[in-house]
Structures are given as C-alpha cells and as structure tokens.
C-alpha cells in the first residue's frame, strides 16, 4: 500500500558529491521518522543518518560534516545530501519510513536501494 523510490545513486570519484531523494506513496496518514541505511558486501546494513518528524537529526560518526539528512513533509520526501565521498561510502543506500497508514496501522517500509560507488 505505500511505495519508497529512491533515486539519485551512481558512480563518483572521490571528493566528489551526490544528493539522494525518496519520495513515498501511497495510502498514508503521516510519516513518523525517516531515515538512510547502506549495505557494503559482506558486512550487515548499517544506520546512516535519522531524521524525525520535527526535524531533530543524527548522522553515524563515520559521515558527520560530510553528510546532511533532510526532509520535505509536504511531499513525504526524504534526502540525503553525501559531500566529500570517499572509497568506504560505496554500498547500496536503502531510506525507510516509519508510517502510519490509512489504516492507522504503524508500518516500517523500506525503499528498493540504490547503488552508490566511490571509486577513482
């Protein structure tokens, strides 16, 4: 019943900047917090940056002043703003959403991924 799409990723060389955005749809009554999960391979999916409703924010220490969470309530969108990327950024990005639906059920959703490479 509700839909993330994220757009945004690709393949950069180091230093250089991308800007991530998920959009959600669907049968939603309101969005609590947002948030941006990676997955590198081999190693388990891990919290990037969180952002609540309000506005509040924490980024992981590893992406502190070089990443920038945000979001657009009114178009139920959230970005992620990655400065001065480096090699360890590469993974595939997943956003979630913690939704109450038009059920007033709470529903943690999940977007499909998108790659992000860092190489030179």
């Known amino acids: 019943q509700v839909q993330l799409v994220e757009s945004g990723g690709g393949l950069v060389q180091p230093g250089e900047s991308l800007r991530l955005s998920c959009a959600a749809s669907g049968s939603i009554f309101s969005i609590n917090a947002m948030g941006w999960y990676r997955q590198a391979p081999g190693k388990q999916r891990e919290l990037v940056a969180r952002?609540?409703?309000?506005?509040?924010?924490n980024h992981v220490d590893s992406v502190k002043g070089r990443f920038t969470i945000s979001r657009d309530n009114a178009k139920n969108t959230v970005y992620l703003q990655m400065n001065n990327l480096k090699p360890e950024d590469t993974a595939v990005y997943y956003c979630?959403?913690?939704?109450?639906?038009?059920?007033?059920?709470?529903?943690?959703?999940w977007g499909q991924g998108t790659q992000v490479t860092v190489s030179s």
């Open positions: 952002i609540t409703r309000g506005g509040s924010t």
């Open positions: 979630n959403a913690d939704v109450v639906t038009a059920r007033l059920t709470n529903v943690l959703y």
